[in-house]
């Protein structure tokens, strides 16, 4: 849910009427078609793109139908990382997307992406999830450890939104005429797919966290865990390891009113950039979509995004203090 509503957020500013379902229909064909033309183009960022839409699908699809979207998928994302192999974003793709494919081999994947970016603890995910299915508490606590060595806890979503955007844009003579026919509506597509193909599920870190007895070394690995996501490059990232320092801390002392205060002004900052960032005027969304698009290419985090937009429209970057 909060997923959900953090993605309607960030979204905000480029809201559309909502689209009946005869036109849902219809995009999902759309999209499609242009996976299947992204795909046959031979740079990264096309076949990234097209492992990406290849992924999505359709709303409604057979369990079969989507095992073997996964798989082609991950075909896509592979060839697009022999191609870039020293690209976070797509070695990510592929591993986020082998991870919901059968007969993927998650290890390759894993180690591939460790090796690209060695920094990032957000590349034990998958291999953590994994850990858990099969209830194997030691491993789990050696991959909570190898993450708290981490420095960062990215999913690449600025960079990624930015490479789908030129991907599209690049291909947009052979793609379906309505689809993401305008700057626009390439962002909007591309923040879209971004969320749905890049942003994992973070049950496996929650979980192993909530297991954590209230003194020992997975209770540390935890809160140094937790303070890497706070200054990860997705705000989601960010409530949860909130969420998580919050858990593991002692109740209404100063860590966690510091804590909560964070959370509070990252909370307005969004709301207010992508209010602020609202055009009134139609025919501003475009110049609007290009503007934020730019900031995108310049800062890989999505907070110092909306803080470059409050800075533009001369807006506080904290909360005025009768709303704390």
């Known amino acids: 849910m909060l997923k959900r509503c953090l993605t309607l957020l960030v979204l905000l500013i480029f809201a559309h009427v909502p689209i009946a379902s005869a036109e849902m229909d219809a995009y999902a064909e759309w999209r499609s078609e242009a996976a299947r033309v992204l795909a046959a183009r031979s740079d990264s960022a096309s076949l990234a793109t ?12 057979s369990k079969a139908e989507s095992a073997k979207a996964a798989s082609a998928a991950v075909e896509y994302a592979a060839k697009a990382t022999d191609l870039a192999p020293d690209n976070p974003a797509i070695g990510w793709l592929r591993l986020h997307l082998c991870a919901h494919a059968t007969a993927c081999d998650l290890k390759d994947a894993a180690t591939t992406m460790r ?10 995910l998958p291999t953590l999830a994994s850990a858990q299915r099969d209830r194997d508490t030691t491993e789990v606590d050696r991959i909570l450890t190898d993450m708290t060595q981490g420095k960062r806890f990215d999913f690449y979503g600025n960079r990624a939104t930015v490479m789908m955007f030129d991907a599209l844009k690049r291909a947009r003579p052979a793609l379906p005429k309505h689809y993401a026919d305008s700057d626009l509506a390439r962002l909007n597509e591309a923040l879209n797919v971004t969320s749905a193909a890049f942003m994992p599920s973070f049950s496996p870190v ?12 997975r209770r540390e690995s935890c809160l140094k865990l937790s303070k890497i996501m706070q200054k990860a490059d997705a705000v989601m990232t960010q409530l949860v390891g909130f969420a998580i320092e919050r858990r593991l801390t002692a109740v209404d002392t100063r860590e966690q009113r510091a804590l909560a205060e964070r959370r509070r002004v990252l909370e307005w900052r969004v709301a207010s950039a992508n209010g602020a960032d609202t055009p009134l005027l139609p025919w501003l969304r475009n110049a609007r979509a290009r503007s934020r698009l ?31």
Request: aromatic share 6%; with cysteine.
């Open 50 to 61: 097209a492992a990406a839409l290849t992924y999505l699908g359709p709303p409604s699809r």
């Open 115 to 124: 090796w690209v970016d060695a920094d990032n603890a957000a590349a034990w």
């Open 206 to 217: 929650i979980n192993a966290c909530r297991e954590t007895a209230a003194d020992g070394e």
């Open 294 to 324: 730019a900031k995108m290419r310049a800062l890989p985090r999505e907070e110092d995004v909306y803080i470059a937009l409050l800075r533009e429209h001369g807006m506080p970057l904290d909360p005025p203090e009768d709303r704390r």
